[in-house]
């Protein structure tokens, strides 16, 4: 007591008013808080009021008539000057005073609170700063502020223990330590811990708060050590001779600065150690009350109960659920009147209350030990707001389907309206666009008829055109084959021309006396160029009677340097039937053949096949050359036709594109008209469309509205709904069919007690699942009874992990076939690979089901039960024991127990959604 009013300062206790409560308020937490009956302490506090009143007088009695709250951590820290020593710290004084008002230390705390899951890693904490939340708070405070100071925290499960102590130790600025459990951890790991605490504590002088739980006593023998840590500060064999001689030697220039005058004699050093390590080091155990470890625990190990400071978290009050819910539900956004949610907030209170009185009850009647902690009033807080915003969305979705639709109706009889005016307008226009469509078509028809009429006379004088252009190619076709059949002789002749060069016929020239054959071949020659010849006469030089030749026109003739030239271009067609008659004779004459020609003439022998040629020539072309005339005024008449075709054929193009243009006039007007019909055929199909609307949901316009109406009365109705529902998932699933129905039963009477709206004939079943979902559990192997369908829901829709009670392992059949096709992993408790089956199922997103447990879990679950998730990233991690593990979406934890009435302690129950699937 007077360690604790000692820390404050003269400049606190100004008053005796100040002082005497600080000694209330010192004995309070010192003796009072001990007690575990409340009469006891009222008990307690009537005597002090007794003792002041008998031994200072009524005055001081009338000081300490309001309770007075003392602690530490008012005072900010001061700000920098630029004046303050190197080695100074800037540290917010410790000055033990009053608070104000609970208003501000609430904002005090919420500060603190900020600032702490600002720097935590891991789960954040969200706590509600109530009465008795603050209250504990200040003792937690104040215990571990004390040097020495050590706490036991009595308590359910979920009470608020460890969350206080460690908002409370980030106030003091102390280091948190708690053991990380796992399954192989024993008294050998526990002492390395200590190790470590104590070179923390003893050797750098820093603050540590140790938190224990009964939920980390895996060995009896661990409480051993915290006995021997609470009652003398020393723990046997802790550290090997060499390391204490090693820490010792680090703390003498530290003692020596404290405690000049004491010789660092290693007994003295030692001493010194121990007395900083149980300064700095304060040990918080968190035990629940619940069966009988904690009497037992209590009366094996003294120093448990003499060495701490005990602090009873009771059940919490009333109000503080009130307060909480408030804190949770009072910003929510919930569609009902502020009188509504404000008798929402104070019911959810006693909801909660009413549950834990049935609880007794239930264990009374069934022996069947049941528990609900404040973690699972929060879990329901969380259920409500979870449950209510997909009800709600669900609600308006299918509300704004119906305004949708009844907007469509509204609207398509607007539309039939203003369509049925637009129609009246089109069939005008429509009757207009006719008209004037039969006005071109008439003159289509009248420049149709006159192109036609132009058409045919084109028609006629095209075909006289193409028949004489056949005639005229069947002539020519014929007169070409007769010339090919020339071909031959004239090649023949000219072939032989190229053999006669300008010499040969300059050496004939120069023959004073040249051969007869000569004289007649180029007589013949002279013949085809209509050369004039000597009067006809017989030579008597010749060998037979012959007509003597005209050889001086000959060398006339033979003197043109051209003649060559000439020859090659002689004009084939001038040859005629008189020149014929006139070369017949030297044609007859027996020498004038190719092979004399040559052994008489030379190369000059060609002119002979020349004049040859020219006579085969004429024998086929006076046959081509009537064919030829012909041609000619074929030809001729030809060409007039094609003119006459031409003038034609350029009216009737005039014509056409008269009527092309007369076309394109109609087909603009058709289109128009087209246009027209097909806007006033979309116009109709739309009114029709319309209309068969309107008439086809003419009864459903009644009810759709009627519906809209009733989604506005659910919306209403969903705040005490919702409540039902989500009461039942957090609260029902440890009970029997009889009490979940009492439950619900006492629910809502109390919601109509206090005009909270629901629906009197909700079924929850229908509320929380569908027909098809529930039809495919019942597939999977879950019965059909009522029961195990409500057990079904809680399992899939509960927000914590579900525990199953399944002695006849009905509810691990359905789970392995419900959870089959998504691989699920199965595994116990006491299976050698448990921990990889448990990191792969959070790595890999699969479900696992851990069964057949005992009454215990592996603390390696805790995080995960508790869902202490944090992200690095974008990635989910949780640790699992020492170890951060990813967690994947389609991560689900069944447990289950084949014990047909396990214990199970509050803690259990509040991290997992016990659910009893005992079949009766």
């Known amino acids: 007591i007077w360690q604790g009013m000692i820390n404050t300062n003269n400049e606190v206790v100004n008053s005796e008013k100040i002082l005497i409560n600080l000694w209330k308020h010192e004995c309070q937490r010192v003796i009072s808080d001990r007690f575990v009956d409340e009469a006891d302490t009222k008990w307690f506090l009537r005597t002090m009021d007794r003792v002041v009143e008998e031994f ?55 500060m603190f609170l900020a600032q702490y899951n600002e720097n935590a890693r891991g789960a954040q904490m969200d706590l509600v700063f109530f009465r008795d939340a603050m209250i504990h708070l200040m003792r937690v405070s104040r215990i571990i502020r004390t040097p020495q100071g050590n706490a ?15 908002l409370a130790s980030f106030i003091a600025g102390y280091f948190i330590f708690q053991i990380v459990l796992t399954r192989a951890y024993n008294a050998t790991n526990l002492m390395e811990d200590l190790k470590g605490i104590y070179k923390r504590t003893g050797v750098n002088g820093q603050g ?116 909480v819910s408030r804190h949770f539900i009072q910003n929510y956004e919930i569609q009902c009147e502020p009188q509504v949610k404000e008798n929402l907030i104070v019911f959810m209170g006693n909801l909660h209350d009413g549950v834990a009185d049935k609880c007794v009850q239930y264990f009374q009647r069934y022996r069947r030990a049941t528990h609900v902690t404040p973690k699972s009033y929060l879990s329901f807080l969380s259920g409500y707001k979870e449950v209510y915003t997909t009800k709600l969305n669900g609600i308006n979705a299918n509300a704004h389907k119906m305004a949708v639709g009844l907007d469509k109706l509204v609207d398509a009889e607007q539309q039939v309206e203003i369509l049925s005016k637009e129609l009246a307008v089109k069939e005008v226009d429509l009757e207009a666009a006719n008209k004037a469509a039969d006005i071109v078509l008439e003159r289509v028809k009248e420049k149709a008829t006159a192109a036609e009429a132009i058409k045919a006379s084109v028609k006629v004088d095209a075909d006289k055109a193409r028949e004489m252009t056949r005639i005229i190619e069947e002539q020519t076709a014929i007169a070409m084959g007769k010339l090919e059949d020339a071909k031959p002789a004239i090649q023949a002749a000219e072939d ?26 180029m007589d013949c020659v002279c ?171 003419g009864g459903e316009r009644k009810r759709w509205t009627m519906q809209s109406k009733e989604f506005k009365e659910q919306i209403k109705r969903l705040v005490g709904d919702v409540l039902l529902g989500s009461a039942f998932l957090s609260y029902s699933g440890p009970f029997n069919q009889e009490y979940r129905g009492n439950l619900t039963k006492g629910w809502g009477k109390e919601m109509r007690d206090r005009k909270i709206p629901y629906s009197l004939d909700l079924n929850l079943i229908d509320m929380l699942a569908d027909p098809p979902t529930i039809g495919e559990w019942n597939l999977q192997g879950l019965p059909n009874d009522e029961l195990s369908i409500q057990n079904g829901i809680i399992v899939t829709k509960a927000l914590r992990y579900p525990l199953l ?32 089956h448990l990191e792969d199922s959070l790595a890999l997103g699969r479900p696992l089901l851990i069964e057949d447990i005992d009454e215990e879990l592996d603390p390696a679950l805790d995080n995960i039960l508790e869902k202490n998730f944090f992200r690095m990233g974008k990635q989910l991690k949780v640790k699992v024991g020492d170890k951060e593990v990813d967690i994947m979406d389609g991560f689900y934890l069944y447990i289950t127990t084949k014990l047909p009435n396990p214990r199970y302690t509050p803690e259990i129950s509040a991290r997992t959604c016990i659910i009893d699937f005992t079949v009766t």
């Open 805 to 836: 009670i399944d002695p006849q392992t009905q509810g691990k059949n359905w789970i392995r076939n419900k959870e089959a096709a998504h691989n699920l992993q199965i595994t116990s408790l006491h299976h050698k690979y448990f921990r990889n």
């Open 527 to 697: 013949i085809l160029f209509q050369r004039k010849l000597d009067p006809v006469s017989l030579d008597p030089s010749a060998p037979e009677p012959m007509i003597k030749p005209s050889w001086n026109e000959s060398l006339k003739l033979m003197g043109d340097p051209s003649l060559l030239k000439k020859l090659q271009e002689y004009d084939k067609d001038k040859v005629n039937e008189e020149m014929i008659e006139l070369l017949q004779p030297y044609f007859d004459f027996k020498d004038f053949n190719h092979d004399r020609a040559v052994s008489v003439c030379g190369n000059v022998a060609g002119l002979l096949d020349w004049n040859h040629a020219m006579a085969s020539f004429y024998q086929v072309n006076k046959e081509v050359i009537p064919l030829k005339d012909n041609l000619t005024v074929m030809q001729k008449k030809l060409n007039e036709a094609t003119a006459k075709l031409e003038e034609a054929e350029g009216v009737l193009a005039e014509k056409q594109a008269e009527l092309d243009a007369a076309q394109a006039e109609f087909d603009e007007a058709m289109s128009k008209k087209q246009l027209l019909l097909d806007d006033a055929e979309a116009c109709r199909k739309k009114m029709d469309a319309a209309s068969s609307l309107i008439d086809g949901l």
């Open 496 to 521: 032989a021309l190229k053999t006669i060069k300008a010499s040969d016929i300059a050496t004939v020239k120069k023959l004073g006396t040249p051969p007869f054959l000569i004289k007649l071949i």
């Open 56 to 110: 200072l007088g009524d005055q001081y009695k009338s000081m300490i008539a309001d309770q007075m709250y003392f602690v530490d951590f008012l005072r900010d820290m001061p700000e920098a000057t630029g004046d303050e020593p190197d080695d100074f710290e800037f540290e917010a004084p410790k000055i033990y005073e009053p608070i104000e008002s609970f208003e501000s230390l609430n904002e005090r705390l919420n």
């Open 152 to 166: 036991l925290l009595v308590g359910v499960g979920g009470s608020g223990k460890q969350s206080l102590t460690r």
């Open 208 to 323: 540590n708060t140790f938190i224990f739980t009964d939920q980390e006593i895996k060995d009896e023998g661990f409480l051993e050590y915290f006995n021997n840590i609470l009652s003398s500060g020393e723990v046997s064999n802790l550290f090997a001779r060499d390391e204490m001689d090693e820490m010792c030697n680090e703390l003498i220039p530290v003692m020596k600065k404290e405690m000049p005058r004491l010789p660092p004699t290693q007994e003295n050093l030692y001493n010194y150690f121990i007395s900083r390590a149980r300064k700095n080091l304060h040990v918080v155990l968190c035990f629940s009350p619940v069966g009988e470890k904690f009497r037992s625990r209590a009366l094996k190990f003294p120093g448990l109960i003499s060495g701490c400071t005990m602090d009873w978290f009771q059940k919490w009050p009333n109000d503080a659920l009130v307060a």
